[in-house]
């Protein structure tokens, strides 16, 4: 640890890191609640094909979304890898499906990059920027805009 105050703490974050296919992706590590091995679902009908279905942990209802699905990637048989990350997405405990969970890493601001602006209409929305670690990229989410505000009603209805 470094003993630079608060100053250079609070220029730093740390960040859970996860795999999805080869890329890696970073969420705050405050938005994290736990993770949890994969476990089927309870289906829920006429919902979009990447909301898997709702869990009960420990008496909450939680929706899982598949993150692979959401981010239109092709879909891979879940494995002894694929874990739930339990999340708290504006407000709402989610669960999202990924690969494989990574470690935690600690970026600080210098660390961090702009997200890249594409001219076509892809939806950068929910990436917050580009961390850098041992000169790889890492794609940090910004889980509360992972939803549109339909999908979020969507996820409420459930």
Partial sequence: MSHHG??????????????????TYGISILKL?????????????????????????RGIVVPVIDLRERFGMETKIYDQFTVIMIL???????????????????????????????????????IHGMGIKDSKFIILLDVDKLLSDEELNMVDGV
Wanted: hydrophobic letters at 35%; aromatic letters at 8%; charged letters at 20%.
């Fill in 33 to 57: 609640n736990e993770i949890i091995a994969y476990q089927n679902c309870t289906t829920i009908p006429n919902v979009p094909s990447f909301i898997k279905g709702v869990l009960n942990l």
């Fill in 88 to 126: 708290d997405v504006s407000g709402r405990i989610t669960g999202l499906v990924v690969d494989a969970v990574s470690d935690v890493i600690t970026l600080n601001r210098e660390d961090i990059r702009p997200r890249p602006q594409f001219s076509t209409g892809i939806n950068t929305e929910f």
């Fill in 6 to 23: 608060e100053t250079a703490k609070a220029l730093s974050t740390q960040y859970v890191t996860f795999k999805l296919g080869n890329e």
